[in-house]
């Protein structure tokens, strides 16, 4: 579990932090050498979601 949210931070980074033509370092697959695809957020019908697209709901306490 903790790796996807490593690769979220990482990739988020890489967007964020860096001018268009730097790019340091690319995580990539070691079976194939291609990058990693970008991680997206989706529905279970897999539609890609954005953040306004997504809401917490707070679960009912199961019942004694």
Do not use: Y
């Amino acid at each position: 579990d903790l790796f996807e949210v490593v690769v979220s931070l990482r990739q988020w980074g890489e967007r964020h932090t860096f001018d268009a033509k730097e790019r340091p370092s690319v995580l990539v697959d070691k079976a194939q050498g291609k990058p990693v695809a970008r991680l997206v957020v989706q529905a279970q019908d897999g539609r890609p979601l954005g953040p306004d697209e997504a809401v917490v709901r707070k679960v009912a306490a199961p019942r004694p």
